[in-house]
């Protein structure tokens, strides 16, 4: 059993650039982002006890992620409905599979709810978490979120027909895959879709920049949907425990995640699972040509720059914004990171080989984000090869990327139905280019 301090009892979060500015769940949840630009991050990371983590193959994923949940919320909400936000929000499944058999390599599949992406399980439980706090005929919450791909399909899915709610997601044009696009902008109701004439961090510093103006805080409830909220990243750590779960019960242990990074949000929930107690061996931060965070491992000298566009578009990230999280979670200390986190970085030259050769070895379909995550796997074993279960992260369904594939690999992709009923549909967007104060009136003119 897990016993908290007095103190400890309620469930309360800090700025990661000032300590003593604290605040309860639900305001994180709605401002997103403190008034001084950092991050908000519990103030206490409660572990799990281990009789928990010695049975946890016992119990399902729903199980798991109350479990986490509950005990990281504590008093934020209360239990019952924490279950049946769980129920609503997770109703998928995120299996573990062997690449082969009597493998030891393995990848998580997190593609299988709606939108098809991982980010499901963050986008769907943020909106159910708002939707309670919510109360009727509120004032309305203005919801921003910049996307590189994947993001905005979850969340436009997640707050679809939410009461007392309007979704503003800001995507670079060209730099989303078709199928993404009309998960954006097919929706109508309360989702609109801004087309902005720049890169993903131009979509990012939008929304920092929403948030940090008087006059839209004024006249505006403004929260955001990226993963700098926090509780983005909470649903994050249940299938990394689910995970385990799942590797527990066919007996294998020494645990290594290589977690496909763009913004660093998946790679920072892994953490704090690890922080909670989660057995894990090794993390792998594997990323495209967009290298911060590989390089800062490896300099010690943190330097963001301009993104660049590949075929992983949802890691084209040049300034990853979870990373402060990361830094905040091990207290600056670069290297008890580096104890813990590897990272590697792929061109897309190496990306297609590898879905290439994905395929040809074992007849499995990944999408380019899957593949570069398998790549990192790959070096990181022939640096440290050693016995234990190695997995990667499969963040989306290889059918949103179908002009990555040689022909004979797309022919084997299946199609689901939400992706058929998209074709055809009318995509509705608003053009802009990175102009905060053409950004501002858009937002005013809600009104």
């Given at each position: 059993m897990t016993h908290l301090k007095k103190d400890q009892t309620k469930?309360?979060?800090?700025?990661?650039?000032?300590?003593?500015?604290?605040?309860?769940?639900?305001?994180?949840?709605?401002?997103?982002?403190?008034?001084?630009?950092?991050?908000?991050?519990?103030?206490?990371?409660p572990e799990l006890d281990q009789e928990f983590i010695d049975q946890i193959d016992k119990f399902t994923l729903s199980q798991i992620a109350y479990k986490v949940?509950?005990?990281?919320?504590?008093?934020?909400?209360?239990?019952?409905?924490?279950?049946?936000?769980?129920?609503?929000?997770?109703?998928?499944?995120?299996?573990?599979?062997?690449?082969?058999?009597?493998?030891?390599?393995?990848?998580?599949?997190?593609f299988h709810g709606p939108s098809l992406a991982f980010k499901d399980f963050g986008a769907r439980f943020m909106s159910r978490i708002m939707a309670y706090y919510l109360k009727d005929n509120e004032r309305m919450l203005d919801v921003l979120v910049a996307t590189s791909g994947d993001t905005g399909g979850a969340v436009a899915l997640g707050f679809l027909g939410v009461p007392n709610t309007r979704v503003t997601i800001l995507y670079p044009k060209g730099k989303v895959s078709d199928i993404q696009e009309l998960q954006l902008c097919t929706n109508g109701e309360n989702i609109h879709a801004i087309e902005v004439d720049g890169t993903f961090d131009d979509c990012q510093n939008l929304v920092k920049l929403a948030f940090a103006d008087e006059e839209l805080k004024k006249n505006l409830r403004?929260?955001?949907?990226?993963?700098?909220?926090?509780?983005?990243?909470?649903?994050?750590?249940?299938?990394?425990?689910?995970?385990?779960?799942?590797?527990?019960?066919?007996?294998?242990?020494?645990?290594?995640?290589?977690?496909?990074?763009?913004?660093?949000?998946?790679?920072?929930?892994?953490?704090?699972?690890?922080?909670?107690?989660?057995?894990?061996?090794?993390?792998?931060?594997?990323?495209?040509?967009?290298?911060?965070?590989?390089?800062?491992?490896?300099?010690?000298?943190?330097?963001?720059k301009p993104s660049v566009q590949t075929y992983a578009n949802a890691m084209d990230v040049g300034a990853p914004s979870n990373w402060v999280r990361i830094m905040d979670l091990f207290d600056y200390d670069t290297e008890a990171i580096k104890d813990i986190v590897t990272s590697y970085s792929f061109?897309?030259?190496?990306?297609?080989?590898?879905?290439?050769?994905?395929?040809?070895?074992?007849?499995?379909?990944?999408?380019?984000?899957?593949?570069?995550?398998w790549l990192a796997l790959e070096k990181y074993g022939?640096?440290?090869?050693?016995?234990?279960?190695?997995?990667?992260?499969?963040?989306?369904?290889?059918?949103?990327?179908?002009?990555?594939f040689p022909d004979d690999i797309k022919a084997e992709i299946e199609i689901p139905e939400q992706v058929?009923?998209?074709i055809g549909k009318e995509k509705k967007a608003t053009s802009m280019d990175v102009s905060f104060d053409l950004f501002k009136q858009f937002l005013l003119n809600y009104k």
């Open positions: 469930m309360k979060l800090y700025s990661t650039n000032n300590k003593d500015l604290k605040v309860d769940f639900a305001t994180a949840v709605f401002n997103s982002m403190p008034l001084d630009k950092g991050l908000y991050m519990p103030v206490n990371i949940g509950s005990l990281l919320l504590r008093d934020a909400i209360p239990l019952e409905a924490l279950q049946s936000i769980i129920d609503d929000a997770i109703d998928f499944v995120a299996p573990v599979k062997p690449l082969k058999e009597d493998s030891d390599t393995y990848v998580l599949e997190l403004l929260t955001s949907a990226n993963s700098i909220n926090i509780s983005r990243l909470i649903p994050q750590t249940f299938y990394y425990f689910n995970a385990y779960a799942q590797l527990k019960r066919q007996g294998k242990e020494n645990v290594v995640f290589s977690v496909p990074s763009g913004n660093f949000g998946n790679l920072a929930a892994g953490l704090l699972a690890y922080k909670m107690g989660l057995p894990v061996k090794q993390f792998i931060a594997a990323t495209n040509i967009n290298d911060t965070v590989p390089r800062f491992l490896e300099t010690g000298i943190y330097e963001t061109t897309d030259e190496e990306t297609l080989q590898a879905i290439k050769d994905i395929y040809e070895k074992f007849s499995y379909v990944a999408c380019p984000h899957t593949a570069i995550a022939i640096e440290a090869p050693e016995s234990g279960a190695k997995v990667f992260l499969s963040t989306a369904h290889a059918c949103k990327f179908p002009d990555i058929k009923d998209l």
